[in-house]
């Protein structure tokens, strides 16, 4: 017998699923709208302008080096202010703690970890849906999980009512989880007005919020527009999580660059929090890598640089915008009875079509259109050569 012959496979990536039942596809049409990373208009990867700078001025510097546990202290410090704002009082007080991770996952799971450690016993509320790594991520750190109602299936919006009900009646001493913008997979996002009501909340019942960032810029086109929520729970005196990511708004995905802070009550808060972010990496992974944080610093130190970047998120967010219009149009042109005013409301990567998985069985196997079964497409996947095929094929199944 064989050590491990008790281990049965794992269920499979519902994500990772759909890209291989598409590269297997051998239809020239094939269209993929599982994976959510950004594609150009003809259906190709992008690097971005700025970022091949960067990584011009990066190149023969000396990247092979090890960094700290908590990584490049600039990067980060570049990093807190695209967030929380250049000129952000609990960053002037120094009350963050700060630490570069691997990416939004990375971040999430030290959250989780870090949760776990320090405040033992208490729950993660989850939205329902989410982004599925979530719930896995506060499983395996042994974290207690409850989920919040967020989606209304009706208005394809946000279920505001039941959510702050709901949250309402946690016990203190409590985390939620929280989309900053862009959430997955909905793109249904609180509007201001509501996320202040929500900051009032958690407050009024002492929950502490973690913020996931993994879409800053992506959603409205401007970062700082992005990170209102960000801000209001700041300004509104939180002690709070916020995990950034790269991946997107740079289109570093595989470079695995985040940045992971805590704002603490002051400065000797943070630093003690701190050493103990740093004393959770080291045994996991001892340091994160040095040649995206080098080029998200380079690009974010740089005002030029930056303008450069600030322009192309502005770029990628207004194809995606445009992609959605150009759809529900075609939608509409076909003449179908059904409203799609959701696609244009949702934002960010992904719309919750409202398919059910049957009609998104259909959209594969008559059409070679690949999707996870929850309905979410894609809007990076979308252009302006498969728009049409793509609406008729909804217009078909989607009834
Ligand atoms: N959080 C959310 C909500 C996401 O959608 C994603 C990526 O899809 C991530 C975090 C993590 O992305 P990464 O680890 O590539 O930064």
Redesign the pocket.
């Known amino acids: 017998d064989s050590w491990f012959s008790h281990v049965p496979e794992a269920p499979r990536d519902p994500i990772l699923g759909v890209t291989e039942k598409f590269l297997a596809d051998t239809n020239p049409q094939k269209i993929n709208l599982g994976v959510?990373a950004y594609r150009d208009d003809s259906g190709q990867p992008v690097v971005l302008k700025s970022v091949r700078e960067a990584e011009r001025r990066v190149a023969g510097s000396h990247f092979m080096e090890y960094l700290p546990i908590a990584g490049h202290r600039q990067f980060c410090e570049d990093s807190v202010k695209l967030a929380y704002g250049e000129d952000s009082p609990v960053l002037k007080n120094k009350q963050v703690a700060m630490l570069q991770s691997?990416?939004?996952?990375?971040?999430?799971r030290l959250s989780a970890e870090f949760q776990g450690h320090w405040l033992p016993g208490s729950t993660i509320y989850i939205p329902t849906p989410?982004?599925a790594?979530?719930l896995n991520i506060w499983r395996d750190a042994h974290v207690a999980i409850e989920q919040y109602p967020y989606y209304k299936p009706e208005t394809r919006g946000l279920d505001f009512e039941r959510m702050c009900d709901f949250l309402s009646k946690a016990p203190a001493g409590s985390a939620v989880l929280l989309?900053a913008c862009?959430?997955?997979?909905t793109g249904v996002d609180p509007t201001t007005e509501q996320w202040r009501e929500l900051s009032k909340l958690l407050k009024a019942k002492t929950l502490l919020p973690i913020l996931?960032?993994?879409?800053q810029g992506f959603a409205s086109g401007d970062c700082d527009r992005d990170a209102q929520a960000i801000r209001i729970f700041a300004e509104d005196g939180h002690r709070m999580m916020l995990?950034q990511?790269?991946?997107?708004n740079m289109g570093l995905?595989g470079q695995?660059?985040?940045c992971w802070s805590i704002v603490c009550e002051d400065e000797k808060e943070a630093k003690a929090v701190e050493s103990q972010m740093k004393a959770l990496a080291r045994p996991m992974y001892s340091n994160p890598p040095l040649f995206g944080a080098l080029l998200v610093h380079n690009i974010l130190a740089d005002k030029a640089l930056k303008q450069q970047w600030l322009g192309e998120v502005k770029e990628m967010a207004e194809r995606i915008i445009s992609m959605r219009t150009l759809l529900r149009q075609n939608l509409e042109a076909l003449g179908s009875p059904l409203s799609w005013n959701h696609i244009t409301d949702q934002i960010g990567?992904f719309c919750y079509t409202g398919l059910a998985p049957e009609q998104v069985d259909k959209l594969t196997a008559e059409h070679s259109i690949y999707l996870t079964r929850n309905g979410r497409i894609s809007m990076a996947g979308v252009n302006t050569n498969n728009v049409a095929r793509l609406a008729e094929a909804i217009h078909k199944w989607g009834l």
């Open positions: 959510g691997l990416s939004g996952t990375g971040s999430c989410t982004w790594n979530h989309h862009a959430h997955n997979p996931d960032c993994a879409y995990c990511s790269f991946a997107k995905y695995r660059v985040g990567m």
